[in-house]
């Protein structure tokens, strides 16, 4: 079955520093999606990327879907203390409603 | 108002019990979903539910049946609780109508099974 991947699975930066996840998925994907978990929260919805390479950009996170539609990132400049929490991205496959989640990377900040 | 609403948000049982979790959107949504969220984190998907008819079925035991009334409910059963299912389970919904088809998810449950 399609499994989607994500790296780092924790990472602790200092406050102010830059932050990337990435996501990379078994099979080529209709579009992905990346959330954001709060400590004891509930995922909530960011942002959607359809296109072949394309890029958004949501203040300071920056969002990348690959060429090949396989993988996809998330980066975070300057990063602050609100940015704390586990970070997914959730794929989809053409024709299929299911939405798979990857494994997450936690975000730790060092004020 | 709460989009996406479950009951109970914290269930502690003892092992071979038999428990329900409640889900009710209010936005209108066709589609509601059950998701296990692990001590790792890891999401994953259980179930779906379009429109009170089961589209999505993981390889879930047979113990965990969903139920949707109507498309605004999907309620999950669990029967005869293992240690393995202490977990916090998700409700989410979506629309296919037009949008992103982002889901919405509930609070969560928080099962621990003793």
């Known amino acids: 079955g399609q499994q989607v991947m994500q790296i780092p699975q924790y990472q602790h930066v200092q406050e102010g520093e830059d932050f990337t996840t990435y996501c990379n998925s078994s099979t080529t994907l209709s579009n992905i999606q990346w959330y954001k978990q709060r400590p004891g929260g509930h995922p909530v919805f960011l942002i959607q990327?359809?296109?072949?390479?394309e890029v958004k950009k949501q203040k300071r996170l920056t969002f990348q879907f690959g060429e090949a539609k396989k993988n996809s990132s998330l980066h975070i400049t300057a990063t602050q203390t609100t940015d704390v929490g586990t970070y997914f991205c959730a794929g989809r496959n053409f024709g299929n409603e299911k939405l798979t989640f990857g494994t997450g990377t936690r975000l730790t900040i060092i004020p | 108002d709460t989009a996406v609403s479950q009951t109970p948000k914290y269930l502690v049982t003892q092992m071979g019990n038999d428990k329900s979790i409640k889900c009710e959107q209010n936005l209108g949504h066709d589609t509601m979903y059950w998701y296990k969220q692990d001590s790792k984190k890891f999401l994953k998907i259980m179930f779906s539910y379009n429109n009170k008819e089961l589209i999505i079925n993981e390889t879930v035991p047979n113990r965990f049946s969903p139920k949707s009334p109507d498309k605004a409910h999907l309620n999950l059963h669990i029967n005869s609780l293992e240690l393995g299912d202490s977990a916090v389970y998700f409700c989410?919904?979506?629309?296919?109508?037009?949008?992103?088809?982002?889901?919405?998810f509930g609070e969560g449950s928080r099962l621990t099974v003793l």
């Open positions: 989410a919904s979506s629309t296919r109508q037009g949008g992103t088809g982002e889901l919405f």
């Open positions: 990327l359809v296109k072949s390479g």
